[in-house]
């Protein structure tokens, strides 16, 4: 296969862009706590992309090595050694629009508390829904540990709702 068959046109970058960004922007966020740096974290990554003149299977196929990048990336923006600032859970933007009742963002926030295992394998089943094997795939990790990983982030989930429920 020559190069010239890899380039996409503009507008095939414009349509891979929309289809993902929203996605690949909260992943992120949900690494980095913070809006600007997640900005910056999907630039970087659509910008590896087309760097790398890669070449899918399928949607699923670009799907997944956006969000193996997309982790990657962020995990070494973390591992940097001047990200010394974090981004307070109260500073979370608030969603677009609530309803009375809607407690999907006092969950995001209780998520965003718990340790990276826990909170990447919750938020890729419950808010990507990817099952327990993708996300495994994804991760470099069995199924089974996949599984445990979602039960004991519920679990801890449970427990700080319960113990912050009390407080109240």
């Not at 990048?69 to 109260?90: E, G, M, Y």
């Not at 508390?113 to 795939?137: D, H, N, V």
């Not at 199924?143 to 912050?164: F, M, P, V």
Request: hydrophobic share 35%; glycine share 4%; proline share 2%.
């Amino acid at each position: 296969m020559d190069n010239d068959s890899l380039l996409r046109t503009d507008q095939e970058w414009t349509e891979l862009y929309r289809r993902h960004v929203d996605q690949m922007y909260r992943l992120c966020y949900l690494y980095l706590r913070n809006a600007v740096d997640a900005e910056d974290a999907v630039q970087s990554v659509f910008l590896k992309l087309i760097r790398s003149r890669t070449a899918f299977r399928d949607s699923e196929h670009e799907k997944a090595w956006l969000i193996v990048a997309a982790r990657n990336h962020c995990k070494d923006l973390l591992k940097h050694w001047w990200r010394t600032r974090r981004t307070n859970v109260d500073s979370l933007p608030e969603p677009a629009s609530r309803e009375d009742g809607d407690t999907s963002g006092e969950v995001l926030a209780r998520l965003l508390l718990l340790p990276e295992k826990y909170k990447t394998a919750l938020y890729l089943y419950y808010y990507e829904g990817y099952t327990a094997r993708e996300i495994g795939e994804l991760l470099g990790r069995s199924e089974s540990a996949i599984l445990t990983r979602l039960s004991r982030g519920r679990e801890k989930l449970r427990i700080d709702w319960g113990r912050n429920s009390h407080e109240q």
